[in-house]
């Protein structure tokens, strides 16, 4: 592909990946915050791995992306995941951090922001990740509003989660993208998603329940040349969801742990997952390995259908 020859500067694309895209075949990115900030070792490389292996089995190439030594990589080896996933520091990349790891030759492990800004270069539609980051609770004051919610803006990726965790103020991030005019469909269900629990309180705009009905909404926007994003908004299967008492009072307690700590910035994300793991013991984490799996699932079958538009 002709976009690709400028790109080659920086961006190496896997060969199974370069190979599927440019035959218009069905192909998911992945993000890496989620590998290196988002879950503990060894769960984190243990689930990569897994889910680019839901993907293969619903019939797409899996591309996880990351920035490993100032290259941008499109689809890991399970070598590199390792290797992302045992590094003690790696910088979480927003956009705004994309220049300066690439020109200082970092790592870099991508952000929902990140991981859109970068399939779109490379020509992958289709994102699968757990949760988007949002507006913060407090952000009134703070002014903590994460940068995925611009790049849905803008970035023309559909990005499949399970909504948004109730440690932003779901209320807000869905104003957010109204404001911005990212439709938030529902797969299956009128109601958002809470990540770790089906229903977070709001609705979402519409619901769709089949791969093909998200595929044509996705073209539509797209062909009219409306930039920006969707949110696929699909909900944790029942038997793994967590009880709302339960996962309400984590939440509590890590915002409370988190002022305490004086934390903030890009801090404030991963500090609070890893508090919410450490209150449920463990079972915060379960949920999360369960739900990007079923995201997975969700995620190809919407490549596949793109595939076939
Ligand atoms: N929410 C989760 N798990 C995650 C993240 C968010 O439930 O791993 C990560 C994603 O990579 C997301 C990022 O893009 O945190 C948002 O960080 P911030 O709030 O600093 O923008
Ligand atoms: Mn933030």
């Known amino acids: 592909m002709k976009k690709n020859i400028q790109l080659e500067n920086f961006i190496d694309i896997k060969s199974e990946v370069k190979e599927a895209i440019e035959k218009n075949k069905p192909v998911v990115a992945l993000e ?36 490993i030594d100032g290259r941008i990589k499109v689809g890991l080896s399970k070598e590199e995941i390792e290797y992302l996933a045992k590094l003690e520091h790696v910088v979480k990349a927003s956009r705004r951090d994309l220049p300066v790891i690439l020109a200082k030759k970092l790592h870099g492990a991508t952000t929902v922001a990140g991981t859109m ?132 009072q984590a939440i509590e307690s890590a915002i409370v742990e988190m002022e305490k700590s004086k934390i903030s910035g890009k801090e404030v994300t991963p500090f609070l997952l890893a508090k919410l793991e450490e209150i449920t013991v463990g079972k915060s984490l379960a949920s999360n390995i369960e739900l990007v799996k079923n995201n997975a699932e969700v995620g190809a079958a919407i490549a596949v259908a793109q595939a076939s538009c």
């Not at 988002?38 to 984190?44: I, V, W």
């Not at 689930?47 to 591309?63: K, L, M, Y």
């Not at 957010?176 to 439709?183: A, F, I």
């Open 32 to 67: 890496s915050t989620i590998i290196t900030h988002g879950m503990p070792y060894p769960a984190n490389i243990e689930t990569a791995i897994e889910v680019e292996e839901v993907i293969r089995q619903n019939g797409a190439i899996p591309a996880t992306i990351a920035i």
């Open 117 to 248: 800004i970068i399939a779109n270069m490379a020509g992958i539609k289709v994102f699968v990740t757990g949760g988007i980051g949002g507006v913060h609770r407090g952000a009134q004051e703070t002014m903590d509003i994460s940068a995925d919610l611009q790049e849905l803006a803008k970035t023309d990726v559909a990005v499949v989660c399970a909504g948004a965790k109730s440690i932003l103020d779901i209320g807000l991030t869905l104003e957010y993208l109204e404001t911005q005019g990212v439709p938030i469909l529902g797969y299956q269900t009128e109601r958002f998603p809470a990540f770790y629990t089906r229903d977070s309180g709001f609705a979402v705009d519409y619901q769709v329940n089949n791969p093909e009905e998200v595929a044509n909404i996705i073209d539509v926007k797209w062909e009219m040349g409306l930039h920006g994003g969707v949110v696929i908004a699909n909900p944790i299967p029942e038997a793994h969801a967590l009880e709302q008492k339960l996962i309400d």
